[in-house]
């Protein structure tokens, strides 16, 4: 296992560094043929405005949080394409628990790697159909505007991860009191965003869980 991430790691660091160049040859590459470019000062001032720090620890807390249930492949390759929160994480855990294999095995490395994968894959091919059929769907039914679906679109995100910590928390219900009531009064009395809200919360409710994992085990 432990040459299977080294592995994974070397080759995760190559594909990553290879995405970046790609990334920032785009807009490089735009600003030279159009011969324009940010203003220096605008955006000097905005990478030194507090509010950018909130990005970078959102950024990082990501990090944190998700590599552990993607895996060593899985977070390379979810990180390099995106869509993190909403897809590249509920395919992973729903992968492992549907093939029946452990959390930081070979077995299940592998399986979050393919979820992954193929997620990436099946949104890629998605997002092409879309573009290509989107302007006909539109005009003709009116998705977008539609008064039925707009409430459905806001809420998908939220139906998506209550379905996916449901099943960690009817395991073991304790875990659940403190992100709950912590994300409820940091939404609702702070009026704070998410990501802002998931920080704060990670570290009380890591150290909770670490406090009734050390107490399950005396007992």
Not at 74 to 82: A, C, D, P, S
Not at 146 to 152: K, V
């Amino acid at each position: 296992m432990d040459k299977l991430n080294k592995q994974n790691h070397v080759l995760g660091r190559i594909a990553l560094a290879v995405a970046l160049l790609v990334i920032f040859a785009v807009p490089v590459t735009m600003m030279i043929v159009l011969q324009t470019g940010p203003d220096g000062a605008k955006l000097g001032s905005a990478l030194i405005n507090p509010a950018i720090l909130i990005f970078f620890l959102s950024g990082a807390v990501e990090v944190i949080t998700y590599s552990p249930l993607l895996g060593t492949s899985g977070t390379y390759l979810g990180f390099i394409t995106g869509n993190l929160v909403n897809l590249k994480v509920p395919c992973a855990v729903n992968a492992r628990e549907l093939a029946g294999v452990k959390h930081g095995s070979a077995e299940g490395e592998i399986v979050s790697t393919i979820s992954v994968a193929t997620s990436t894959i099946v949104t890629t091919v998605i997002i092409a159909l879309g573009v290509l059929f989107f302007a006909t769907l539109e005009s003709q039914f009116h998705i977008l505007s539609n008064e039925t679906l707009t409430p459905a679109f806001g809420s998908a995100f939220t139906a998506l991860f209550a379905a996916l910590g449901y099943k960690y928390f009817s395991k073991d219900p304790l875990l659940l009191p403190i992100p709950f009531t912590l994300a409820l009064i940091l939404a609702f009395a702070f009026n704070l965003g998410s990501s802002i809200i998931l920080p704060i919360c990670m570290i009380p409710s890591a150290l909770f869980a670490i406090a009734i994992y050390k107490k399950q085990n005396k007992k």
